[in-house]
């Protein structure tokens, strides 16, 4: 995975939330399955677009993940609780920007490291956009 150019704290301090794993996100080598990583991810970017954004954007736009770049450094169990951390740490590229998303355990040991890549979709059209200047700047002031 390309390391994030910036981390939660330096230039944006983002978007956090706790996340507790449940007995079903835990797989048989006991510990949370990394499809659930991968759900955590997307439930913090929804969860930051729905804080920040503005509801006629909400109401306009939708995102999609088109790529998912993880580092899986440790892990929890059920009943285990992880803050998840989201930050955009660069300016949006046509209509894909990178989302960054780092779980850190309860020692402070990051759990997982990851970089999404995100497109912005117009509802009525179905159709990529060019991300507009004044949403992304609402996440990259962050």
Same mark, same amino acid.
């Given at each position: 995975?390309?390391?994030?150019?910036?981390?939660? #704290?330096?230039?944006?301090?983002g $978007? +956090? %939330?706790s996340i507790t794993? *449940? !007995?079903?996100?835990i797989?048989? %080598?006991?510990? @949370?399955?990394?499809?659930v990583?991968?759900?955590w991810?997307?439930e913090?970017a929804t969860a930051?677009?729905q +804080?920040i954004?503005?509801?006629?954007?909400i109401? /306009?736009?939708?995102w @999609?993940?088109t790529?998912h770049?993880?580092?899986? *450094? #440790?892990?929890i169990g +059920? #009943?285990?609780t @992880?803050?998840g951390h =989201?930050?955009i740490?660069e300016?949006?590229?046509?209509? /894909? $920007?990178w989302?960054?998303?780092?779980f =850190?355990? !309860?020692?402070g040991?990051i759990?997982?490291?990851? /970089?999404t890549?995100w497109a912005?979709?117009?509802?009525a059209? #179905?159709?990529p956009v *060019?991300v507009? +200047?004044?949403?992304?700047d609402l996440f990259?002031k962050d």
């Amino acid at each position: 995975m390309s390391n994030p150019s910036s981390s939660p #704290g330096e230039e944006h301090s983002g $978007f +956090a %939330l706790s996340i507790t794993a *449940r !007995p079903e996100d835990i797989d048989e %080598l006991g510990h @949370v399955n990394n499809a659930v990583w991968v759900r955590w991810i997307q439930e913090m970017a929804t969860a930051h677009w729905q +804080a920040i954004a503005p509801q006629d954007a909400i109401d /306009r736009y939708i995102w @999609v993940v088109t790529r998912h770049e993880i580092d899986y *450094r #440790g892990n929890i169990g +059920a #009943g285990d609780t @992880v803050t998840g951390h =989201t930050w955009i740490s660069e300016p949006p590229r046509g209509a /894909r $920007f990178w989302r960054n998303v780092r779980f =850190t355990g !309860p020692d402070g040991a990051i759990k997982v490291d990851a /970089r999404t890549n995100w497109a912005i979709i117009e509802r009525a059209s #179905g159709r990529p956009v *060019r991300v507009p +200047a004044d949403l992304a700047d609402l996440f990259l002031k962050d």
